[in-house]
């Protein structure tokens, strides 16, 4: 039997390095209201808030 070459990890790594960059493409500017991580986080709140009202609503 041939001994598979070991490529285990590259993948994870792939996908830190992919998360990173996409952090910061939305995190730049983030010191202003208008980035779009500021923009995401509030709709992602606003978003809970109502999920949250609507369960609280009787059937």
């Known amino acids: 039997m041939k001994a598979r070459p ?3 990890g590259q993948s994870s ?4 390095v992919v998360c990173a960059a ?7 500017g983030m010191g202003s209201d208008a980035s ?3 923009q ?3 709709a992602l ?3 809970y808030q109502r999920f949250g009202f609507a369960l609280s609503l009787p059937w």
Request: hydrophobic share 70%.
């Open 13 to 16: 790594l792939e996908y830190v």
């Open 40 to 42: 995401l986080l509030d």
């Open 6 to 8: 070991r490529a285990r």
């Open 36 to 38: 779009v991580l500021v």
């Open 45 to 47: 709140r606003v978003a």
């Open 22 to 28: 996409l952090a910061l493409a939305l995190g730049i």
